[in-house]
Nanobody
Framework: QVQLEESGGGLVQTGGSLRLSCVAS????????MDWFRQAPGKEREFVAA????????SYRDSVKGRFTISRDNAKNTLFLQMNSLKAEDMAVYYC????????????????????WGKGTLVTVSS
């Protein structure tokens, strides 16, 4: 089992920045590729960013490329999401998730491959 707990959400103005954190406990954090997903009110949960076990390979949804950065500190069992130039459409509950993929895959962007989820942290963007 892996327990995940997000923090860092809050209220920010359009164009502002936030840094989300996700602390893992339980099994070895570095065994898992990690993802951030988000869910806006009335919408389906969607992929935001993914990072490989070692942190060297990342992936982003197109709408956040150049604005968001995913990173991890395996020594501290922590995943991060640096969000800059926030827009109204970024407002959502953000979830971190641990994935399970084959040994040849760096990460997955599919919800079905996520085996552990945090409870989420709310990001509110005001104009």
């Amino acid at each position: 089992q892996v327990q995940l707990e997000e923090s860092g959400g809050g209220l920010v103005q359009t164009g502002g920045s936030l840094r989300l954190s996700c602390v893992a406990s339980g099994r070895t954090f570095s065994d898992y590729p990690m993802d951030w997903f988000r869910q806006a009110p009335g919408k389906e949960r969607e992929f935001v960013a993914a990072i490989s076990r070692g942190g060297g390979v990342t992936s982003y949804r197109d709408s956040v490329k150049g604005r968001f950065t995913i990173s991890r500190d395996n020594a501290k069992n922590t995943l991060f999401l640096q969000m800059n130039s926030l827009k109204a459409e970024d407002m959502a509950v953000y979830y971190c998730a641990a994935g399970r993929v084959g040994s040849l895959a760096y990460y997955s962007t599919r919800m079905g491959d996520m085996v552990y989820w945090g409870k989420g942290t709310l990001v509110t963007v005001s104009s």
